[in-house]
């Protein structure tokens, strides 16, 4: 027993310091034996007491052992004092250092200026996508407890996002508990009117149907009066509340406004409530008067056009949004919707055999798949800004290559490497504070100036600001720029020997190869995520350019479109609705310049709408049901947007109100029922009416991206009276866009001075909004592909011209031994030439990485599309030639006899 | 050569440790275990030195010239184990002194007073 008490004390005084052990050793022994002699002869239980002794013991040598390592080693490595210097308080070293580093960065602008805009450029990109991310994605929407806010969707397997009908929400309402309240809103489209105004023509706003529901779901209140009732859920309920903006221009802001009234379309409307400035729907449309929706169950009267609302369970046109009830989650009210469909489902099985309620955050759906974009966009400046760090570490090795004399002397008296290195860094954090700065204002206008090209490629873009956390988020990425790029160089540059730092630069042959070793290895590392920014926007473009080119199956060009909208009050008969059409196209087409006019319920590739159902008898006999788009259209729509007519005729004079019902179908549609050349002539039904289709023509797309639509085209002068559809007019002229406008707008003011020619716009640009988010992108990917090509040349540049200068006596010795010209340059382009290749070849690996990303962005262009990574490859294979050359022509220039003398 | 005089305010306040082994070095000449023994003696309620705390202070008092090693003195114990002795410099003796006139002044200050009053 005694025996291992020995052992393990002399184990354990073995941990101390060999010159204490040797020095002490034997006599803490003997201290420790007498003591525990001491203890047997004393205690009573002696073994236990002489063991907690031995234990004390150990652990006391423990202590001891840690004690003196550690008053070693601050002996033999004491905290740096400089000379003339107090050993500083940190803060005091470092403002010390910061103007020690202001200093030496003033007496070299160049190098400052370049290590700037760099870092700049990076950070720049950063904050601005930042800003974009933080605003749109990262925000909260501006309601109270915005998290509670869901949105509730009709699901079919073929669409997730579907509208909903009427008698659906108002179970949904009446059933599901987990909902505290819901907004029931008419958004299937844009429901606009006319205000009569007291000094001129009216004015068409926005108008926006909603249940009382709305606003208290939402948690707003009004600035005055009050919002809507439950048994003011009707259309004709004839109350209004007005946005603020409307009140400020329409009622001059007139506090005693409740109680007067609005004249929309004709109807006067008892203004009852004005909206805080603050408000904003929630689902984009910025509506200027809100009115009540229809909720009743049924087909409301033909005059009530603004608040139309058809409530059964067959016609989807409702959207809604739900607030969650106090502890419920998104999937209790799932299951409870869940349920209901269930209970529906036994109460109607055909109606509902596919029909399913989907419960979705409301910031998740408004955020939506910009979320992929924007993460790829961050993803792209880190790159930029990773590049921008190792370009800049890279100037910084070439300061510490300089600077290696003074460090090496200034280590060799006695300067603490710490202190070093905090000064090395504290130089790279001015420059980074700097960039950060100028970065800050890049930053800035570049939101400014994405906005202004790309309105509406963002949701939520009008709260894209430029605020305090972004200021906070430049701050903490230039401190992290800063060490990114100062630690390398700094730790590296202090790492010196003396006498081989003395030696080399004596001797003026290649000063620190690890150095310039660690620079090519940064340079690789560029040259590779450089090769991935240039793939990712190679990938972009050809998205861009095959959706650009891809055939709509019509011709956008020349058209011009405007939507005229009728007043129910005046224009409530059907027979007056066709003959406004019929003359106002016949006085169209007189016009100079005008060679088509034409109109549409709804212009070509943009997007689903009014999808019907197509009930027809199939060859063998069989009754089958198909879906299709119907669109109700007068004049010549086919010659305007140049669609090819493929059998049968198009809609002439023959075709009146009188005559039976004639529809033409797209091919695709024709093919799907009946086949392509035989579908003339054969009858179906849609909206309860028995149709004949009398001609096929070509499918156009369904939107600007998308595939080609099933659709059914009516005659407008034989579909009148289904309803007051409101017209979108395409002409196709060929004078410009602006008095093609001009001249319309005057015949419509001579036809009726009432009407309003609305939205005014070039079929162009109708298809431009679709491709906005596809551009934005496109550009801001071609900018940091940019940007990375730059600072990978400039890299390269940097590399080669430092390694030609190393290189200067040998190149000059093999000139003086006949090497010829060529010879020497393609020795150093080849130099650079191996950094590229390495970083191409880790570049490519990176992209196809990326490229995984970028499929769900570029639809339909094969994201490892070999054609881009060849041209991206050569892209960045020339630029680092060019880059290349210039050190490579350079080198051929030394004078021999210059150099060898030199020496 | 000494370096300089050293001022033994310079190792003012004594850690108890270094305290309790400077205060019976002052007046005796004692070898490891008995610098132990007598410091328990001594100043009973005090934490007790370990070997390996015993023999830190004991090297750095050394080099600190705080105490000095002596010639081992007739009469103690006479096994084979190593025991050196050791006693207080003249510094070590003043520096004892002054952590002691330290304390005494501490406790004598109206304020501790007052704290040990309140405590009966």
């Known amino acids: 027993m005694t025996k291992l008490q020995v052992k393990v004390i002399v184990a354990s005084i073995r941990l101390l310091p060999r010159s204490f052990r040797e020095r002490f050793g034997s006599e803490m022994l003997s201290a420790y034996l007498d003591q525990r002699d001491a203890i047997l002869s004393a205690a009573r239980d002696s073994r236990s007491a002489s063991w907690r002794h031995t234990l ?74 930042f800003s974009v991310v933080n605003s749109v994605i990262l925000a909260p929407l501006p309601y109270d407890e915005p998290e509670q806010l869901v949105r509730v969707y009709t699901a079919y397997p073929t669409n997730a996002k579907q509208f909903s009908t009427g008698l659906d929400l108002l179970d949904i309402r009446e059933q599901v508990t987990a909902f505290a309240s819901m907004g029931i809103v008419y958004n299937y489209r844009e429901v606009g009117a006319d205000l009569a105004m007291t000094d001129g023509p009216p004015r068409r706003i926005r108008v926006l149907p909603v249940s009382a529901d709305y606003f208290p779901t939402l948690r707003v209140t009004p600035l005055l009066g009050r919002t809507f009732a439950r048994d003011e859920e009707r259309g004709d309920a004839l109350v209004a509340v007005l946005s603020h903006e409307l009140w400020n221009t329409h009622m001059a802001r007139d506090p005693g406004v409740i109680g007067r009234s609005v004249e929309l379309d004709g109807v006067r409307y008892e203004v009852v409530g004005v909206m805080r400035p603050t408000f904003a729907d929630p689902l984009g449309s910025q509506p200027s008067v809100w009115i009540p929706q229809e909720l009743r169950p049924g087909k409301p009267p033909a005059a009530l056009a603004l608040a139309r609302g058809n409530n059964s369970r067959q016609n989807h046109y409702l959207s809604a949004i739900a607030r969650l009830a106090r502890g419920s989650s998104v999937a209790q009210a799932q299951a409870q919707v869940d349920a209901l469909v269930r209970r529906l489902k036994a109460q109607y099985p055909r109606q509902y055999e596919q029909r399913r309620f989907r419960v979705a955050s409301l910031h998740e759906d408004v955020v939506g798949d910009a979320r992929t974009a924007t993460y790829v966009l961050m993803g792209a400046a880190v790159l930029v800004l990773l590049i921008a760090c190792l370009n800049v570490a890279n ?133 590779s995520m450089a090769l991935m920014l240039l793939v990712g926007a190679g990938v972009l473009i050809r998205a861009f350019i095959s959706e650009q080119r891809r055939d709509l199956g019509f011709s956008p060009a020349g058209v011009v479109t405007f939507e005229v909208h009728l007043s129910p009050m005046t224009y409530g008969e059907p027979a ?139 005659s407008h002068r034989q579909f009148a009276s289904d309803r007051n559809w409101a017209l979108t007019y395409a002409v196709k002229s060929s004078i410009p866009a602006q008095e093609t406008i001009a001249l319309a707008r005057g015949e419509l003011a001579r036809l009726d001075p009432a009407l309003v020619l609305y939205r005014p716009r070039t079929m162009e640009s109708v298809l431009a909004v679709h491709h906005a988010r596809d551009r934005f992108m496109l550009l801001l ?37 006949g090497a010829q010209l060529t010879q020497v340059r393609a020795s150093v382009l080849g130099e650079g030439l191996i950094v590229a290749a390495v970083g191409v070849a880790f570049g490519a690996i990176g992209a196809l990485g990326l490229a995984r990303v970028l499929r769900s962005l570029a639809l339909g262009v094969n994201p490892h599309d070999p054609v881009v990574f060849a041209i991206a490859t050569l892209v960045l294979g020339a630029v680092v030639l060019i880059a290349g050359y210039l050190p490579a022509r350079r080198a051929t220039r030394v004078n021999p006899l210059e150099v060898l003398q030199s020496d | 050569m000494p370096p300089k005089a050293t001022a033994p305010s310079r190792f003012l306040p004594l850690p108890p440790l270094d305290f309790q082994v400077l205060s019976v070095l002052a007046s005796r000449e004692l070898h490891g275990y008995a610098i132990v023994q007598a410091a328990a003696e001594a100043l009973p309620g005090q934490p007790r030195l370990d070997v390996g705390s015993l ?55 109206p304020v501790t007073l007052r704290l040990l009053e309140t405590e009966g």
Do not use: C
């Open chain 1, 56 to 129: 004390r013991t150990v652990a006391g040598l423990v202590r001891a052992s840690l004690a003196i390592r550690f008053r070693e080693r601050r002996r033999e490595h004491p905290i740096p004092e400089y000379r003339n210097a107090p050993r500083g308080h940190p803060m005091r070293n470092f403002a010390r250092d910061t103007r020690h580093a202001v200093r030496v960065l003033r007496t070299r602008p160049a190098f400052a200026i370049v290590a700037i805009i760099t870092l700049a450029l990076g950070i720049g990109a950063n904050t601005a996508v």
């Open chain 1, 395 to 527: 100037l910084f090795l070439v300061r510490a290559l300089a600077q290696l004399k003074e460090t090496a002397i200034r280590t060799a008296l006695g300067a603490a490497r710490a202190r070093l290195v905090a000064q090395r860094l504290t130089e790279s954090l001015v420059v980074a504070t700097a960039g950060g700065l100028v970065g800050s204002v890049i930053a800035y206008l570049g939101v400014k100036a994405l906005l202004a090209v790309s309105p509406e490629s963002l949701p939520r873009s009008e709260a894209v600001s430029f605020d305090l956390s972004l200021l906070g988020f430049a701050v903490i990425v230039t401190i992290v720029t800063g060490a990114l790029f100062g630690a390398g160089p700094a730790v590296r540059a202090s790492r010196v020997n003396a006498s081989d730092a003395m030696n080399d630069s004596a001797r003026g042959t290649t000063g620190g190869r690890g150095i310039r070793q660690l620079r090519s290895v940064l340079v690789t590392s560029q040259i």
């Open chain 1, 576 to 714: 007056r609705r066709v003959t406004f059409h019929r003359t106002y196209l016949e006085r169209l087409r007189s016009l100079p310049g005008l060679t088509h006019a034409s109109a549409t319920s709804w212009l070509p590739a943009n997007g689903e709408y009014h999808v019907w159902g197509y009930e027809y008898v199939s060859d063998n006999g069989e009754p089958k049901s198909e879906s299709a788009q119907i669109r109700v259209v007068d004049g010549s729509f086919l010659s305007t947007f140049e669609v090819p007519l493929l059998h049968g005729r198009f809609f002439d004079e023959s075709d009146r109100e009188s005559t039976a019902q004639a529809a033409i179908i797209s091919q695709s549609l024709a093919k799907k029922t009946h086949g392509e050349g035989t579908a003339v002539g054969k009858v179906f039904r849609t909206g309860d009416t028995t149709f004949t289709v009398i001609g096929v023509v070509g499918d156009v797309a369904n939107d600007a991206r998308g595939v080609d639509a099933k659709v059914v085209y009516l």
């Open chain 1, 781 to 817: 990917m071609a900018t940091f592909g940019a940007i990375a090509l730059t600072l990978a040349a400039v890299g390269v540049y940097g590399v080669l011209s430092y390694a030609v200068t190393q290189r200067r006596r040998e190149i000059g010795v093999r000139i003086a031994l």
């Open chain 2, 55 to 109: 023999y830190r202070i004991i090297s750095r008092m050394l080099d600190d010239r705080l105490i000095r090693e002596v010639k081992a003195p007739r009469g103690g114990p006479s096994d084979n184990r190593v025991r050196r002795y050791y006693t207080a410099t003249d510094l070590g003796r003043a520096v004892a002194r002054a952590e002691a006139q330290r304390l005494q002044a501490l406790l004598a200050s």
